[in-house]
């Protein structure tokens, strides 16, 4: 590498490195599934959740065993790259790429929309898309500024969305309500809802993106990965009972934890809920404004994208160009209201990441000369169940459009030298 070079420092921790999962994975799903989950399977909604949650487990074990292996930003890329090459490790990227701008745009509307529960006036056809503009060109500003107020700014938002919860759930065990017998579902129904509950975990991967600026990313990203999942699924579990043990006559309603949360703490409640939904939605979109960057610029180190993607301010040592390309591209997304399709094909992308990631692990112990039994398990229960969620989704043929267009970029950006060698694999 240039020993000129300016690299971003190495600043954040394993509770900063935590936070990324965290809010990866809670969004507005939480304020949603329960509801949806109680009115599909009842009382047996909490146990459903920690079922979709070992089912997603062997998967974020595959992410995590990967993370033991680098310590560069690119995440996938890297992954991609070093078991088949640099044309996949691209695709990797540029897919997962475009589809995270999509959804950021998707994701400030829904933040917005929340928002105008509070603020009508938020709701009109020029201040909501104004709006989301407004809070894409936010999140690029304190990013732009550096990384410790990056993760400041994300610990914050995260504390905000949580405490509201974490307040419902105490509320809970004075509600006097009671979960009754727990009946098992039918088959058929655990199959449908098996779907909810791994799209709760969805997000968790945006942590490995980042890795270059985490101290001891080898470390503190397998475990990060580990906890979080583990913990959302207890947070999860929590929150349902809550919403079962208060009010579970909310489960058909619109904003049903919202209706919960009044009948247990009232009005004063109900707007905490609402509040934390909003930040929720805002610290998912945060969390990815900041890894997302970093993919662009680990993408730019192994020379598959120009090196203006690289530059790092030499005062707020942040990859200043990637930042400022993502927030702008998010932003004129965010004016543009016909790209809910895309923003479906983005799952579907994050998806094929998985499935790159997860055939990665056993490629390169293969060429150590052992495949580890239980990583192998893993791996073929990680693929599996990621086809299977591919294959409820409508939007192939977007997907294909997204892999053309990152065929041909390939072949015009991706001309340089990598800047290091990944013998770290």
């Not at 009946?183 to 129904?189: D, G, H, N, R, V």
């Amino acid at each position: 590498m240039d020993p000129t070079k300016i690299a971003p420092p190495r600043t954040v921790g394993f509770w900063g490195t935590s936070l990324f999962p965290l809010n990866g994975m809670i969004g507005a799903g939480i304020f949603a599934l329960p509801a949806v989950l109680v009115a599909a399977v009842g009382n047996f909604a909490p146990w459903m959740m920690l079922v979709g949650g070992i089912l997603f487990l062997p998967l974020a074990l595959c992410y995590a065993w990967m993370a033991t292996r680098f310590e560069h930003s690119g995440g996938s890329v890297l992954y991609g790259e070093a078991a088949f090459g640099r044309f996949v490790g691209f695709q990797a990227g540029w897919a997962r790429y475009a589809s995270a701008i999509v959804t950021a745009a998707a994701n400030m509307h829904v933040m917005v929309a929340y928002l105008a529960a509070l603020f009508p006036g938020l709701a009109g056809p020029v201040a909501s898309p104004v709006a989301v503009a407004v809070g894409l060109a936010l999140i690029t500003a304190i990013n732009l500024y550096g990384m410790r107020a990056s993760v400041g700014a994300l610990g914050v938002m995260t504390a905000i969305k949580l405490l509201p919860l974490g307040a419902l759930i105490l509320s809970a065990l004075f509600a006097g309500g009671e979960m009754g017998a727990v009946t098992l579902p039918q088959f058929s129904q655990v199959e449908t809802v098996i779907l909810l509950t791994f799209y709760a975990f969805i997000g968790f991967e945006g942590v490995v993106e980042a890795a270059g600026e985490f101290k001891h990313p080898k470390r503190d990203v397998p475990l990060s990965i580990v906890t979080m999942v583990s913990g959302v699924t207890l947070l999860y579990m929590a929150i349902i009972w809550a919403f079962i043990a208060i009010g579970p006559q909310f489960a058909g309603e619109d904003n049903a934890l919202a209706g919960v949360a009044g009948a247990s703490m009232g009005q004063i409640g109900s707007l905490a809920i609402v509040v934390a939904a909003s930040f929720s939605i805002g610290a998912n979109n945060f969390a990815s404004g900041v890894a997302q960057p970093r993919l662009m610029y680990g993408m730019a180190e192994r020379g598959m994208l120009p090196r203006w993607f690289e530059y790092v301010h030499p005062r707020f040592l942040t990859p200043f160009n990637a930042i400022l390309f993502y927030g702008v591209a998010a932003m004129l997304f965010g004016l543009w209201e016909g790209f809910e399709v895309l923003a479906i094909a983005g799952t579907l992308v994050r998806l094929v990441t998985y499935v790159v990631t997860s055939c990665a692990l056993p490629v390169l112990e293969h060429r150590e000369g052992r495949i580890d039994p239980l990583h192998l398990f893993c791996v073929i229960f990680a693929v599996a169940s990621s086809l299977f969620i591919a294959a409820q989704t409508q939007s192939w043929l977007v997907f294909g459009g997204l892999l053309v267009v990152g065929t041909l970029l390939y072949f015009i950006a991706a001309r340089q030298k990598p800047e290091y060698p990944l013998d770290e694999a």
